[in-house]
């Protein structure tokens, strides 16, 4: 029997003879059967979660760094032809070189001699740079809250290495001095970024300030001189308190201004200075450092009328006993016991720290001050404001210069009492004077009209004088100031020695690049200034 399945019907009849019943019904078991999908498992391993996020983003560090470069040298080889010929011996002819040589043996031994006898080329030195006739100003310095003042320079002074300038401010036309605050001001002109109306220290000072001195070595000192005759020195690498010594008021201060000062060496300590400082007192003193602040005196001496050498063919002096008003003072370079004073009546006077004689009339000092006058020259028409030792030196002469309220520039010999030359520099006062500190035959002179205001006054000037060029009239006249003001001091740069620095009554400080006219000495320079003073000696 089979089944058919009946359309119709949609059900399974049987076609053929049907079995029996109970061949068609039996009782059987069968074992279980399971059946995977594969397409639910197919379709479970594609899904994937859904999210409204984006998907991750890939990111990646790197670093950029340039290529390693390498320097690398090009040369030219040499060619074998050229190695050859500089190979190849050269040809010399001896036996005629021989005899040239002989033949002119005795004229070069002859000339050879006759060269190195001569002095031709003394003192000439060659100079690689090249030549400047021209005198430049380098720099315009000033300190506006002191000219706001009226507060004029008084005083310039260079530090031991030449690259710091510094000015005292003060009056000296006039004016309650002695209760007037001023100023002691520094600029390192080496410094970048320098600005000229910034001074790089400014120190305030109680009374005005009339002269300074930087110490001789050690450049962070200096010294002043005040109206009211106390001595002070600062140390310009201490910002907050400066004064490292002062004098202090006491029986030995100075009663008048102290119109200069100078560092001297110490005999008995090497790593010491003494100060020494000269006023219209008539009093020259010296002073010792000690280790409480305080400057102790050390000697001094007096100048009296009386005690003052004369000569025929001087004026005599009308003073009597009276006090001498010193203004000025310069040493020799080669002789540290001698030295030369500027005086108010006009004299200049050869003067020595060996003098033994007592002061007459000096009561009240500490130690006893003592008569250093040997000789007195002939005088200026007026106070003499400056004198200067030339720092070029021959026995014979021991030259000083001396400028006063006469206009006049006298070079003097210490060894005769008149001048060897007279030069009228100006119509007005000379406030200053310096010797060129590398040409024997240079030096400067300050000028400008005693009083200076606002109605009249006449122009200040720097005056550059060159005895090689004329010994009657500067090589150069330079006009300090716009405002036409008095030039009051002025000073050469030891180390940087092209810059003249010169101070004025506007309150400025200009700074001079000089030519090289100015700085470079010609040969047989000194000679010639020996030559000029024993023709007008003879």
């Known amino acids: 029997a089979r089944f058919h399945g009946n359309p119709r019907s949609g059900r399974w009849e049987l076609v053929g003879p049907r079995p029996p019943l109970a061949a068609m019904f039996a009782d059987g078991t069968a074992p ?13 391993a594609r899904c994937e979660a859904k999210s409204c996020q984006t998907g991750r983003i890939s990111t990646a560090e790197t670093a950029v760094q340039s290529h390693t470069s390498r320097d690398a040298g090009v040369q030219t080889d040499q060619s074998k032809d050229a190695v050859q010929d500089f190979q190849q011996e050269v040809q010399v002819d001896y036996t005629s070189l021989l005899s040239f040589l002989q033949r002119v043996e005795d004229a070069v031994i002859k000339e050879l001699n006759k060269n190195w006898k001569s002095r031709a080329f003394d003192g000439f030195e060659v100079n690689w740079t090249d030549q400047n006739e021209t005198v430049l100003c380098l720099h315009t310095l000033s300190y506006p809250e002191a000219q ?46 320098l600005n000229p109306q910034r001074p790089d220290l400014v120190v305030d000072v109680p009374s005005s300030v009339m002269c300074l001195a930087f110490h001789p070595s050690q450049p962070s000192l200096i010294a002043g001189g005040l109206f009211g005759g106390e001595l002070v020195v600062w140390d310009t ?20 201004p102290v119109y200069q000062v100078n560092w001297l060496p110490d005999a008995k300590h090497r790593n010491r200075a003494r100060l020494l400082s000269v006023s219209t007192d008539g009093k020259i003193l010296v002073w010792r450092e000690e280790r409480d ?52 009546g006009g004299y200049s006077l050869k003067c020595s720290t ?18 250093p006058a040997e000789l007195a020259f002939s005088p200026h028409g007026g106070p003499v404001y400056s004198v200067s030792c030339s720092p070029f030196h021959r026995q014979v002469l021991n030259l000083f210069l001396s ?132 023709e007008i000696t003879d």
Request: glycine letters at 8%; a neutral charge.
């Open 32 to 44: 279980g059967a399971d059946v995977q999908s594969l397409w639910r498992s197919a379709r479970s």
């Open 354 to 371: 060996a003098a033994e004689t007592l002061a007459l009339h000096r009561a009240g000092s500490s130690v006893p001050l003592r008569a």
């Open 403 to 534: 400028c006063g309220t006469d206009g006049q520039v006298h070079l003097h010999s210490m060894l005769q009492t008149q001048p060897l030359v007279s030069l009228q520099l100006s119509k007005k006062y000379l406030f200053c004077v310096r010797w060129s500190p590398v040409r024997p035959l240079v030096f400067a002179a300050a000028s400008g009209e005693g009083n200076c205001n606002k109605c009249f006054c006449f122009v200040g000037d720097v005056h550059l004088f060159d005895f090689g060029k004329s010994s009657q009239k500067p090589a150069v006249s330079i006009k300090q100031a716009a405002g036409e003001c008095p030039v009051y001091c002025l000073e050469f740069n030891i180390k940087q020695t092209r810059l003249l620095a010169a101070g004025d009554a506007t309150g400025t400080v200009k700074v001079w690049q000089l030519s090289s006219d100015f700085t470079e000495q010609g040969p047989r320079e000194m000679t010639r200034l020996e030559q000029l003073a024993s």
């Open 237 to 256: 690498s201490r910002t907050e308190d400066p004064v490292i010594w002062r004098t202090g008021m006491t029986d030995d201060t100075h009663t008048d």
């Open 293 to 344: 602040g305080r400057l102790a005196l050390a000697e001094g001496f007096a100048m009296v009328a009386q005690q003052i050498p004369r000569s025929t063919q001087l004026k005599k002096f009308a003073w009597g006993e009276a006090a001498v008003g010193v203004t000025s003072l310069s040493f020799s370079h080669f002789d540290p016991r001698v030295f030369v004073v500027g005086v108010e």
């Open 148 to 193: 706001d003042q009226n507060l004029q320079v008084t005083s310039v002074s260079w530090n031991a290495t030449g690259s710091v300038v510094a000015c005292s401010y003060g009056r000296l036309d006039g004016g309650d001095w002695s209760t007037e605050k001023s100023y002691v001001c520094t600029w390192n002109l080496d410094r970048r970024g």
